[in-house]
């Protein structure tokens, strides 16, 4: 995955709660089997009303999306993130995210950001005010700064390095291999196999 | 200090433990579909990977496939299908294709073949892998990239959960069902009120639910944020178990009872949450909005944004409201509905289908209703029974297995504006078809609604 230190960039404000990932991504167009082209199914139904805040050309070019509460809940669709990456997000801030969606982002390189409810409104009232607005995701600091604000966030040591480095969690794994195999040794003999 | 349900599972399968790192944590059983794959088997080639534990793995295809006899038309569809077959032949992965007698809902095959045990860790790149925490194991969803991990690995780095007590106390009343016992506890605690736990219903009302019952409320603590659900196996676990194809027997089967026996929360035990409901004041339950969080007793009406304290909550009130083309103050036994939709992870079990035919047994549908098995081997026993007859003879439609109605995927869908009461799980915009409202409601409330055309319990009719 695409390493991330630091971004700085447009943010666009989505001022909604429960933006579950049927809404970032419906189901239709999950059934393709390759990687690529989620871009046009992001937030697919929303888009067709004109007034939709991602049709607002103030916004055009935005890689930071501010988030209601309980972003990303419900179905563990992947393609979510990829539709948001493809899109040209490399950052979400919102109150709250549902477990999968978190975990998913943070496989792939999209760095979900925790603030509390009423930082992400503010950043969401400072960027409808000024949609050039330039806000900064510092991974590095574990801090998210515009104009003149600073609000820091929490995010483990251990996936912040991880995004950091942009590192690959199969091959971190793989080198416990040999534990693995111990550990398969010891598994109780009557857990079952599906042949 | 004693330990959680949650907390032994997770320790039997740590392989290791470093400090400031996740647990590597491992997997015994890993069920996979055509939707969330593709693109894993294909890392795997990419990488030169092979799949670690193949017997280990089980494959089925549900959430693209008609349900009705004949191939897939949607040539999308149809190739993704294909793409799974291929894969599970070249990583040597047992599948379960259309027409197979053990396809089926991806968390109905692995409980009906024995898979699903107590003490297991699961996963499945699918949300409501909660399910199999019915049985009393750790079973949760995961996207693309994890189930290339597992693949690859057969284990997950992963931080263990806190853990959530929620205690169901005294007993269900008659008519009222695990379905609405577990719409009531995501209205209470919320879409996010269990995000970052594993859930462990306790209490007499759980432990007097049947195996059915069980799953039905663990599948649905993914609507409550919760990364999973988990019930300590008992008798009834033991006894659904018995015999089934993959369960073990002789005297593996006294090894294993005797293991399973221990896995409960200890009396000392503390829990990082603990929320308590009383069962005796249920009654059935429906959702008005497009969240599960957004449901009420059917007995009550259509509620005011206004009456939100909460701005967030008002306004996503306000927008559910929209959406679902409802007006505050209509009682929602008076929402009239086109579909009716008897299936899913959530109900398509042998036990859901018996509850909506009892009901159904003698009475004509007005609706347009859809009967889907969650597997071929429920459909199988369904028609032994004559259940098929009987949904027949009331006019709705006995279909093949598969996700169906659920999820929008497949050719059954709402069209825009068609309103559903639906046994699924999903109340999102759009989830049964773009532009279609749902209503999550139990089988009973369902077989109900089909008979009046509106919202309505068994005890109406």
Redesign the interface.
Known sequence: MEAFTTHTGKAVPLRRSNVDTDQIIPAVWLKQVSRTGFEKGLFAAWREDPSFVLNDPAYAGASILVSGPDFGTGSSREHAVWALQQYGFRVVIAARFGDIFRNNSTKMGLLPVVLPGDRVEELQAAVEADPELQVTVDLVERQVRWAGETVSFEIDDYTRWRLMEGLDDIGLTLRHADAITTYENGRQPWLPTTV | MGRTLAEKVWEQHV??RAD???D?L?I??HLIHE??S??AF?GLRL?G?KV??P????ATED??VPTVLGPIA?P??K??VE?LRKNCAEFG??LHPMGDAGQGVVHIIGPQF??T?PG?TIVC???H?STHGAFGGIA???????V??VL????L?A?R?KTMAIEVSGELPTGVTAKDLILAIIAKIG??GG??HIIEYRGEAVRKLSMEGRMTVCNMS??A???AGMIAPDETTFAYLKGRP???SGE??D??VA?WKTLKTDDDAVFDKVVEIDASTLTPFVTWG??P?QGLPLGERVPDPESFTDP??R??AE?ALEYMALTPGTPLRDIEVDTVFVGSCTNGRIEDLRSAAEILRGRKVATRMLVVPGSMMVKKQAEEEGLHEVFKAAGAEWREAGCSMC???NPDTLKPGERSASTSN?N????QG?GGRTHLVSPQVAAATAVTGRLTAPADL
Do not use: C
């Open positions: 392989v290791r400031g790192e996740p590597l491992y015994d059983l939707v969330t593709p693109q294909d990488a990977r670690r534990r017997e280990l793995t089980i959430h693209n949607d999308v569809s190739t993704q793409t992965i047992r024995g898979l045990q297991m790149g699918d949300s892998t949760f969803g995961i996207g693309t990239s994890e290339e991990h690859a690995t057969q284990t780095p931080y959960p879409t996010g995000q970052g993914i609507e944020g919760a990364r993959h369960a073990p593996a089967w090894q294993a293991y497009t969240n969080g967030v909550e306004s996503a927008r999820l929008g995927m999903r999102f915009e759009g989830r773009k």
